[in-house]
């Protein structure tokens, strides 16, 4: 039988996220369907960005250290702080005004729906 086994982390982003208005959050991994950082990385794009295609990347960070892709599941331990960071295609080559402007977009944007 297979034992099913869980780990709680405290999920950090790096900024809030666009049309959601969280930064921090508690997050439950299944550590029998979850066995390396990449599919941990999958898991926080597909809930919390929907797999958009304007995100290219998803770095996890614990204690400001990176989080190598290939490492196992198993460094991270039960209510680590793992930080979150996100690379968006489209803001990547915007100026840091322009980023701006765009941050303000997506908070006008939120307001909306």
């Known amino acids: 039988m297979n034992k099913m086994s869980f780990i709680r982390i405290r999920l950090t982003f790096q900024r809030p996220l666009p049309l959601k208005e969280v930064k921090n ?6 550590t029998s369907t ?7 990385e999958y898991l926080i794009k ?11 990347t998803v ?9 190598p892709s290939q490492e196992k599941i198993e460094i991270i331990q039960n209510n680590d702080n793992v930080r979150s960071v996100f690379s968006w295609a489209f803001l990547t080559f915007l100026s ?11 908070i006008w944007i939120r307001r909306l729906t």
């Open 25 to 30: 959050c508690w997050f439950l991994v299944d």
């Open 34 to 40: 979850c066995s390396t950082i990449a599919d941990l």
């Open 46 to 56: 597909k809930r919390f960005i929907a797999l958009s295609k304007s995100c290219t």
């Open 59 to 67: 770095d996890l960070f614990l204690e400001d250290y990176l989080l």
């Open 96 to 106: 840091s005004a322009t980023q701006s402007f765009a941050q303000m977009f997506f």
